[in-house]
């Protein structure tokens, strides 16, 4: 399911069709499929396809139901519709397609603004009230689905990319705004919602309704905020209870990810995460499943590959496996590609690999599961053990140490003075999110702004991005809303035993090679973007010195010229280039044509 797109005018005046059909065409990847628009007044509904549950005409989009009088556009999937479809049906309701689709609108039909409650999935929606001019906007769980909106006085666009918005005309304010600039540079390149780098575009945060009435008045729910603490009807568990509801609730999860009209397959990257999803699947019965992994040339001493462990996964299951190897020659390309597939600048390296990956793959598949996730969730990561050691009070400097790229005096030292955001606006967002309540430790805490904040807008905004792009559709069993919830409350010891994932470790121990269990944590490895050099470095050189660059004078020429000097002297905590960083913003706005 692909791309949505919309306009809402509050003033009364009828939509731009021609507005939302760019913005959608824009999409054409993400829906090669098929597309569709509908307007009715003040509201245009735009839609681009990519078929995998009911492949029929029923379930194209704009999907208008005109015994309730709703239209709707709807990007994701919800792997309980064949469930919801049999209560509404229950309930009386009439059904013209086999799909998903049909069921949100329906869902919504019947339980209004709840409806969202009842959806198991990854979403984003737009639904229009015939008879009130209403329009409704939801965004799942964990924002695996995104939505972007432009706002000016009494009109509202929303699409499943920041440049559709742009496409869309209608002077969307495109100058940098100056507090996401601040967390890009500091909170390793995540901008948290609602802001995007540009301050005419927003973003709608996960797991929200949004109303906006025709008299112009708006209001929202946030309708799932997990507890990260110890459920009172748990307090009894062993370890062994844990791993065993755990393993019930990810068999559950990828299961529910199966739920397809076309084949599905999996995105090996050999580690223990994507490796159980393997596991789980053969077990459920999976035959002839399908894998894929990547892997690059070594450089500057760094491995490119871990093909060894994915390739013993696809022996022990049966799979059948692709090896995909990228010279490093050929990654500038790419690259490119990646940057203008991104809706926001991602200074992540592993993006080219996904890019890579997807197209690959979607010669294969239109569907694929992945195993992102499960360090947010259950602890994989380094920054997690030294909050177990202190109380809930310091996690903030604790947290900060290990994952902030720069400090308040850092950027002065890197954005000129006219960009420079007052105060810490990184620090500062960190902090209150950490001190809010319902988190039990300081690794609740921590885990808890992972999960919703980090995860959404660094892999999993990669993922979709990437995998999108060439029409394929990623699934992520590790965030089933219900697996999430579970492991929110599991203990955090249990979480962080074994050097992080102890609990899912155990768990794989169970079905799982012991060669992929106790090794090394691996990483989505592109070296070519750790090190910069030749072509590379060049592009970044250019893009740092380009027309653009010089007018809009981000960054302080004497800190560039030092970088570039010595362009892989200076990392941030968590490894990435700092040169980078500065290279991939300019490269990004520069493809997107903002002056």
Known sequence: MCGLAGEFRRDGSRADVAAVERMAATMSDRGPDDSGVWSQGPTALGHRRLKIIDLSAA???????????????????????????????????????????EVVVKAYAEWGLDFVDHLIGMFAVAITERDTGRLVLARDRLGI?????????????????????????????????RVALAHYLSFHSIVP?????????????????????????TRERVYWDPAFTRAAERADWSERDWQDALLESLTTAVRRRMVADVPVGVLLSGGLDSSLVVALLAGEGQAGLSTFSIGFDAVGGREGDEFVYSDLIAKTFGTDHHQIKVPT????????????????????????AFYLLSQEVARHVKVVQSGQGADEILGGYHWYPPLAG??????LETYAKAFFDRDAAGLAGVLNPAWLADGDPAREFVAAHLARPGAATAVDAGLRIDTQIMLTDDPVKRVDNMTMAHGLEARVPFLDHEFVELAASCPPELKLAQGGKGVLKEIGRRVLPHEVID????????PGLTHLEGKLLDRVRDALSAPEARRRDLFRADYVDALLADPNAELTPLNGNKLWQLGLLEMWLQSHGID
């Open 59 to 101: 379930s194209g989009q704009p999907l208008v139901d005109a015994a309730s009088g709703l239209t709707g556009v709807f990007n994701g999937c919800i792997y309980n519709y064949r469930e919801l479809r049999a209560e509404l049906q229950a309930k009386g309701h009439r059904f013209f397609s086999s799909g998903d689709s």
């Open 145 to 177: 689905k995104p939505l972007y909106l432009a706002e000016s006085p009494g009109v509202v666009r929303f699409a499943s990319t920041l440049p559709a918005l742009l496409a869309g005309g209608g002077g969307v304010d495109t100058t940098i705004d």
């Open 193 to 217: 919602p609602p802001r995007t780098i540009l301050r005419g575009v927003t973003k709608l945060p996960p797991a929200t309704v949004r109303v906006y009435e025709p008299d112009g008045s």
């Open 329 to 352: 020659g050929d990654l500038l390309p790419p690259l490119e590609a990646a940057v203008a597939a991104m809706s926001e600048p991602m200074v992540s390296h592993d993006c080219v």
């Open 390 to 395: 202190v109380d809930r009070e310091q996690a």
């Open 519 to 526: 090794r090394p944590k691996g990483y989505f490895p592109v």
